[in-house]
């Protein structure tokens, strides 16, 4: 439920309108200034705030093992809509807590958090960024794993 959830005021009653615009730009395009972040080979991806699906997607057509997280249920359901043969997971989870994911004790090489930010206080980003540290392999890498493997 996007209820209670900070920063998600208003997308669902404006998810479709906003699924529509946000499709309409690449992945390549709205990341255009960070592709160089994105590791080639592939990874294990977090994409937080995952909104209709476009990055997560295009994520995982290049390979990466991809979990979405997206508190509002209509942008939920647009993504599976949009995109049905994507392999990427998705979580109905939020900041500042990301508690299912954390839950899963999971990590990943690459956290995206595009266009979410500025939805949070300052309170809830020091605990959003707390909780996303503690998610990077870089942080705490995967038992077994070593930190080059991505
Ligand atoms: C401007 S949209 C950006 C969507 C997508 N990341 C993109 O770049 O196209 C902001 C997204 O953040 C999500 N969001 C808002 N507050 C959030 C929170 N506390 N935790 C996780 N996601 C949140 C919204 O539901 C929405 O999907």
């Avoid at 005021?9 to 906003?18: D, K, N, P, T, V």
Wanted: aromatic share 6%; with cysteine.
């Amino acid at each position: 439920m996007s209820i209670d959830v900070p920063g998600t005021e208003g997308y669902a009653e404006s998810a479709a309108a906003l699924a529509n615009e946000w499709r309409k730009i690449s992945f390549r395009d709205h990341h255009r200034p960070v592709l160089h972040l994105i590791p080639r080979a592939p990874s294990r991806v977090l994409d937080v705030g995952a909104g209709m699906g476009r990055d997560a997607a295009a994520l995982a057509a290049m390979g990466h093992s991809v979990v979405a997280v997206e508190p509002v249920d209509e942008l939920r359901a647009a993504a599976i809509n949009f995109y049905p043969a994507s392999n990427a997971a998705w979580l109905d989870d939020s900041l500042p807590e990301l508690c299912l994911v954390r839950a899963k004790a999971d990590t990943f090489s690459t956290v995206l958090v595009t266009a979410v930010w500025m939805h949070l206080d300052e309170a809830q980003r020091r605990r959003g960024m707390g909780a996303i540290s503690d998610l990077l392999d870089a942080i705490r890498p995967r038992r077994g794993a070593s930190p080059k493997d991505g």
